[in-house]
């Protein structure tokens, strides 16, 4: 009798679990028909407010807006002396004029301006600062998302 009702309780989780949708695309359409910039699950999608990178084995992707005349990003990672920060960011539509404007070491230091990627070695333990922007002196005001890859070994 009780195994009856255990069969039958593993059946009913068997078809619920089939029928629900559990179809993942491993495509995110991003911008103007760009496909495959980035796994949905591993990025961080960050809104108007500065923001702390959580990294996911060693990286992070972070999706960010930007518009001229308004508040710089700034994304916030804890880091140990030692590490190697590897940063890249990119536009999401052809052209967007983006790049890694300052890095604000542990200590409150600040390096820059850099362009789209940056190599860092991390001196003492703290916090790093990414600060985005536009290059000024490139192109024109953009107004637009990007995506910010950093690496840490």
């Not at 590490?83 to 390096?111: C, H, M, S, Y």
Request: charge should be neutral.
């Amino acid at each position: 009798m009780i195994y009856r009702k255990l069969y039958q309780a593993c059946l009913l989780g068997a078809i619920f679990l089939a029928s629900c949708d559990m179809d993942r695309s491993d495509e995110m359409e991003v911008g103007a028909g760009v496909k495959n910039i980035l796994p949905p699950v591993d990025t961080m999608v960050s809104g108007q407010k500065d923001t702390i990178v959580l990294l996911n084995q060693g990286q992070a992707f972070i999706r960010g807006h930007i518009k001229p005349n308004s508040h710089q990003p700034k994304y916030t990672l804890p880091v140990w002396k030692g590490d190697t920060v590897t940063a890249t960011i990119k536009p999401v539509e052809k052209g967007g004029n983006v790049r890694i404007n300052q890095l604000q070491q542990p200590g409150g230091q600040f390096d820059g301006p850099f362009g789209d990627s940056v190599r860092y070695l991390v001196k003492s333990n703290g916090n790093l600062h990414f600060i985005i922007g536009e290059n000024q002196m490139a192109g024109e005001p953009y107004t637009g998302d990007y995506v910010l890859h950093i690496k840490v070994n």
